[in-house]
Nanobody, 114 residues
Framework: VQLQASGGGWVQAGGSLRLSCAPSGIVVSMYNMAWYRQTPGKQRELVAIETSGGSSNYADSVKGRFVISRDNARNTVNLHMNSLNPEDTAVYYC?????????WGQGTLVTVSS
């Protein structure tokens, strides 16, 4: 199983980015799918999660700005990030959990400049 994350990059504060996670070997509709992020010296933190049942939850710091969405037809999970600020700078990781297993993507760097 591989989770291929893409869409990271550099953006100015106030801008938007969309991250995409394209797993191979699993079907996203059958898993809890999430995005985490990590900055140097800090623990990896949950940004957004959508359960296999369709419920979603967000870190307080991104509520109202980020949206996680699942495209079952394309077997992908996206993270739409709006109103980005420098505190959102991090490596973002795609995560899949369920059916007794967890999988992590390789991470994609998001840099927000002030």
């Amino acid at each position: 199983v591989q989770l291929q994350a893409s869409g990271g990059g550099w953006v100015q504060a106030g801008g938007s980015l969309r991250l995409s996670c394209a797993p191979s070997g699993i079907v996203v509709s059958m898993y809890n799918m999430a995005w985490y992020r990590q900055t140097p010296g800090k623990q990896r933190e949950l940004v957004a999660i959508e359960t296999s049942g369709g419920s979603s939850n967000y870190a307080d710091s991104v509520k109202g700005r980020f949206v996680i969405s699942r495209d079952n037809a394309r077997n992908t999970v996206n993270l739409h990030m709006n109103s980005l600020n420098p505190e959102d700078t991090a490596v973002y990781y795609c995560f899949a959990g369920g059916r007794g297993a967890v999988y992590w993507g390789q991470g994609t760097l998001v840099t927000v400049s002030s």
